[in-house]
């Protein structure tokens, strides 16, 4: 694959990340509150606090991954970085 196919990938690999994972986003909240409102979510006080949580961890992970892309790919066009 070419250097400028090589940086094109990475963005639209960047926008497909962001698409799939904000579209699951819903599953995961939702998931994530029908798991909290169970009796018996955990044996330690801290379990629902952890469940939380993971709506907030999934979307920082799924905006890491995207804009991760968008640079590694936006760095290659102006010759710096991996892609560079």
Known sequence: MTGVGMRVGAIVGG?????IGMVLATTVNSQAAT??????????AGAQS???LIPLVYIAAILLLGV????????????MGPLG
């Open 35 to 44: 798991t909290g409102s169970a009796a018996n979510i955990g044996s330690f």
């Open 68 to 79: 991760g892309l968008f640079s590694i790919g936006g760095a290659g066009f102006v010759g």
């Open 50 to 52: 952890i469940n939380d």
């Open 15 to 19: 926008v497909i990340a962001l698409v």
